[in-house]
């Protein structure tokens, strides 16, 4: 079994993790029917609309 010979440095282990943090923020599109902000292609929560067809029934 393959055992390290030195001890990892810490910079040298933080280098190979650096990219852990780069989360994107969600992609938003207009809603079509209300222009709302949704993310595309999911049911817009304020409407119910997905496309022209209503899914979800929302109360005012």
């Given at each position: 079994?393959?055992?390290?010979?030195?001890?990892?440095?810490k910079?040298?282990?933080?280098?190979?993790?650096?990219?852990?943090?780069?989360?994107?923020?969600?992609?938003?599109?207009?809603?079509?029917?209300?222009?709302?902000?949704?993310?595309?292609?999911?049911?817009?929560a304020?409407?119910?609309?997905?496309?022209?067809?209503?899914?979800?029934?929302?109360?005012?």
């Amino acid at each position: 079994m393959a055992v390290p010979k030195r001890k990892t440095s810490k910079a040298r282990r933080d280098k190979r993790r650096n990219n852990l943090w780069k989360i994107s923020a969600p992609t938003l599109v207009k809603c079509s029917r209300c222009g709302e902000y949704k993310r595309p292609h999911r049911v817009c929560a304020s409407c119910g609309f997905y496309g022209d067809r209503e899914v979800i029934k929302v109360e005012d």
